[in-house]
């Protein structure tokens, strides 16, 4: 439907003025995530919420007037998670930025959604604690975009993904109805896990306004990292399938193609050698940290590593960690990317990668490919020329090769980014006809209208 300015006037008076922006180039910037190459429409309107109480005023004014509602963060998302649709109305949870409580007795902190994912750590850290989950953009997405994807990072091998460190929620449902799950108890089991149901849903289901999550204890020694360098890719994908057989617990194990690599020297002169076309980083950070390092170092020498260099330093550790952080943006420096997640069981790892290359091979695309190795979960990139109004087919059709490869392994289109609008062609493939229903039955319960980040996720 077409509002006009007495619909739109609702909505100041129920959200207020200085939180609704009408104005279409203050409106332009809320349109999208990172990935560019989904056309956004026009929304009639942003709010820019503060407090549940803002959400809930601007959903029931939505579901009053059947207009679609696009839950948006900080918008570090790439697979158009929050690309808007043409008289949507977006609703910015950045500015819910307060640590409402952090509880080192209980090991638990209450944040708001706007809260950066680094700057939780930090406060736990205040405490001899720290908050897991850390995806690659940790130092600007929030915490109410890793929810909704139930994000990753470098630490899940140990501590798990997003929802590993989740307790409970605050959300409010299609309706502008506040509800509250979970608790703030390790144990419990009363009634059905909407906590773990609304982790991943990408606001499709309701728009989390606070979250109760746990906090682990900090390693109190330094991490002891080992990187190791090897003449084939293949080879370092075995060292990692080594090193989860041998049980020693990594907290980190991350791997690098040559192609990666290559991207990072030219950028970062990371002093590259030219035998070197893959490089492992691994870390231990409990008090047996040292011989599980040694143990990973032995794991890569038995797999034919060219160089193994383990260190206590924490200089040198925080060092190497930066460079495989800076691999995504050393690779957008070459060309427009489309940034892939599919996850594999470890043990099929070294065969994920063998059929990365191969279909990268037969397409005649640079693929790049980094890796939460430890997880089996793998971000091949494909990059294309910038300027090209759409992804070609060519990057399109390799990626479907990539997706199928995986499903065939026993894993997964997305291992935490999300499904958003870019991947849901694909869904029917992994989840079934069957459960997809089921699915649907349940965003249908919630968000009867369908004014949900409609379009998304399923």
Request: glycine share 10%.
């Amino acid at each position: 439907m077409t509002l006009g300015t007495g619909e739109l006037r609702g909505l100041v008076d129920a959200v207020g003025g200085g939180r609704t922006v009408t104005e279409p180039e203050r409106v332009h910037d809320y349109c999208h995530d990172e990935h560019s190459y989904v056309t956004p429409g026009r929304p009639c309107a942003v709010v820019l919420a503060e407090s549940a109480a803002d959400v809930q005023a601007a959903v029931r004014w939505a579901a009053e007037h059947r207009v679609p509602v696009i839950p948006r963060g900080a918008g570090t998302g790439i697979v158009g998670g929050t690309a808007t649709t043409d008289g949507c109305l977006v609703v910015s949870l950045a500015r819910m930025t307060a640590i409402r409580e952090l509880n080192p007795q209980d090991e638990i902190a209450i944040v708001e959604p706007g809260v950066i994912n680094a700057d939780l750590d930090r406060a736990a850290r205040a405490h001899g604690l720290m908050y897991a989950p850390d995806p690659s953009s940790y130092e600007t997405c929030t915490i109410g975009g890793n929810l909704a994807t139930n994000a990753g990072g470098l630490r899940c091998v140990k501590y798990g993904v997003t929802r590993d460190s989740v307790l409970g929620l605050e959300a409010v449902l299609a309706d502008g109805s506040l509800i509250r799950t979970g608790r703030r108890t390790v144990k419990g089991v009363t009634g059905y896990d909407l906590t773990g149901l609304l982790v991943g849903s990408e606001g499709t289901l309701g728009i989390i306004t606070s979250a109760t999550l746990r906090l682990r204890p900090a390693p109190k020694h330094p991490p002891v990292t080992v990187a190791a360098e090897f003449a084939g890719v293949l080879d370092a994908a075995e060292a990692v399938w080594s090193i989860v057989r041998a049980n020693v617990g990594p907290s980190l194990l991350e791997l690098m193609d040559r192609a990666t690599l290559e991207a990072l020297d030219e950028w970062r002169h990371i002093g590259l050698d030219a035998k070197t076309n893959a490089m492992l980083l691994c870390q231990a950070d409990g008090p047996d940290a040292a011989d599980a390092a040694r143990i990973m170092a032995e794991c890569c020498s038995a797999n034919r590593a060219s160089v193994v260099a383990v260190s206590d330093d924490e200089a040198e550790s925080a060092q190497l960690l930066d460079v495989r952080r800076m691999a995504f943006t050393a690779i957008e420096r070459k060309g427009a990317c489309l940034i892939e997640d599919v996850c594999v069981p470890r043990s099929k790892l070294p065969e994920m990668f063998a059929a990365v290359e191969r279909i990268a091979a037969a397409y005649d695309l640079w693929v790049p490919t980094v890796a939460h190795a430890g997880d089996g979960n793998l971000h091949p990139v494909f990059v294309f020329d910038r300027g090209l109004p759409e992804i070609p087919r060519a990057v399109w059709d390799a990626a479907e090769e990539v997706f199928r490869a995986a499903l065939d392994f026993g894993g997964t289109l997305t291992g935490e980014h999300g499904v958003g609008t870019l991947k849901r062609h694909w869904l029917g493939e992994e989840l079934g006809e069957q459960t997809l229903a089921a699915q649907l039955a349940i965003k249908n319960a919630l968000d009867p209208l369908g004014i949900l980040n409609p379009g998304k996720a399923i």
